[in-house]
């Protein structure tokens, strides 16, 4: 059900439903990758509801996880939710950190999409733009994995404040 929930954009729901499932899994005495999808669906809900001090706290739990279980899509997944949050808390190095080691983890282009966009989002907060355009480039060049227009036009659109903020309004 919370995974339902999730692609309905019942959030609250799906927090509800992973939490009980949660508690039926210890009674179970479930797999540890049970676990990890567990939490790692209820801190995608925190995030999308923008808790993001709670979807640190659950990705934190299904990231130990997946370091010594799982499959690596999976850990690499959580590690670029985990470095989302981590922006939205406005931790940056610890957002870049933990997205750079997802990109190092495996060659999973949508994965890696999502996690240069961060790492440049970070160095823009940062005002570090050489960093942040290297990186939204990076991005860039992946772009045509990505059906969602809305996440397409950000991405153009981040490169290009960077751009501006470079003085280079050509490129802008």
Request: net charge positive; proline share 0%.
């Amino acid at each position: 059900r919370s995974q339902i929930y999730t692609k309905t954009n019942k959030h609250t729901k799906a927090i509800f439903y992973a939490a009980k499932a949660i508690q039926l899994a210890n009674e179970l005495k479930s797999n540890k990758n049970v676990f990890s999808i567990l939490y790692s669906t209820i801190g995608v809900a925190y995030f999308n509801i923008d808790d993001n001090k709670n979807a640190v706290k659950y990705l934190q739990l299904a990231n130990v996880i997946n370091q010594n279980n799982g499959s690596i899509n999976r850990r690499a997944f959580n590690m670029v939710m985990l470095s989302e949050a981590y922006h939205g808390l406005k931790q940056y190095k610890n957002a870049i950190e933990i997205a750079k080691k997802a990109i190092s983890l495996i060659d999973d282009k949508e994965n890696s999409l999502m996690a240069y966009g961060i790492i440049g989002n970070c160095y823009y907060e940062l005002k570090n733009y050489k960093s942040a355009l290297s990186n939204q480039i990076s991005a860039l060049k992946l772009i045509d994995l990505v059906e969602d227009t809305d996440h397409q036009r950000s991405i153009f659109l981040e490169l290009s404040n960077t751009y501006s903020k470079l003085g280079d309004y050509k490129n802008a």
